[in-house]
T-cell receptor, first 112, second 112 residues
Framework: SQQGEEDPQALSIQEGENATMNCSYK?????LQWYRQNSGRGLVHLIL?????REKHSGRLRVTLDTSKKSSSLLITASRAADTASYFC????????????FGTGTSLTVIP | DGGITQSPKYLFRKEGQNVTLSCEQN?????MYWYRQDPGQGLRLIYY???????QKGDIAEGYSVSREKKESFPLTVTSAQKNPTAFYLC???????????FGDGTRLSIL
């Protein structure tokens, strides 16, 4: 399987704390993306980082990419209860045409 | 506002029945995708289409069929050959392979 794997599977933190999620993948990629999914809804795109980039920021989100270790991390700073959701990484491998491969997700709970 | 509309939100299938899930987008995106989401397994690609009248199988195409007669529409038929169809089905679109995915809000399919 070319799916990525997120770690941890579940994370529970207090409001105001930072949340860090990790994604590991198996093959060389063009880019890696992070998505968020609220319960029973579709996924929403958060951020895209290309293979030649190492770090990217968007508001309270910080994404890093280490292509030598085939891993990425998503940091959410100053978390809010509204950040409670599942977070998925998706990779765009070199040799698979127009496909995106999603990981199994991290379920984040932010306690008010 | 532009987006992706999936219908119905909930669908029930009887044994031996084919059912069709609708996906319509007004984003003028060329590429469209169908994913299946099962608990704990992330998203798996069923079919994708890069242009009208062309589509490719994803990792789990058996028991499913699609058509792409119009740029805006990418319906998915779950055939009676799909023995375990109970899942959450997500449709997505993108401008091209280098871009992010925009998702609909999904159709939850169950067996009667």
């Amino acid at each position: 399987s070319q799916q990525g794997e997120e770690d941890p599977q579940a994370l529970s933190i207090q409001e105001g704390e930072n949340a860090t999620m990790n994604c590991s993948y198996k093959t060389s990629i063009n880019n890696l993306q992070w998505y968020r999914q609220n319960s029973g809804r579709g996924l929403v795109h958060l951020i895209l980082i290309r293979s030649n980039e190492r770090e990217k920021h968007s508001g309270r989100l910080r994404v890093t990419l280490d292509t030598s270790k085939k891993s990425s991390s998503l940091l959410i700073t100053a978390s809010r209860a509204a950040d409670t959701a599942s977070y998925f990484c998706a990779t765009d491998p070199w040799n698979t045409g127009n496909q995106f491969y999603f990981g199994t997700g991290t379920s984040l709970t932010v306690i008010p | 506002d532009g987006g992706i509309t999936q219908s119905p939100k909930y669908l029930f299938r009887k044994e031996g029945q084919n059912v069709t899930l609708s996906c319509e987008q007004n984003l003028n995106h060329d590429a469209m995708y169908w994913y299946r989401q099962d608990p704990g397994q992330g998203l798996r690609l069923i079919y994708y289409s890069q242009i009208v009248n062309d589509f490719q199988k994803g990792d789990i195409a058996e028991g499913y069929s699609v058509s792409r007669e119009k740029k805006e529409s990418f319906p998915l038929t779950v055939t009676s050959a799909q023995k375990n169809p109970t899942a959450f089905y997500l449709c997505a679109s993108s401008i091209d392979r280098a871009d992010s995915l925009t998702f609909g809000d999904g159709t939850r399919l169950s067996i009667l």
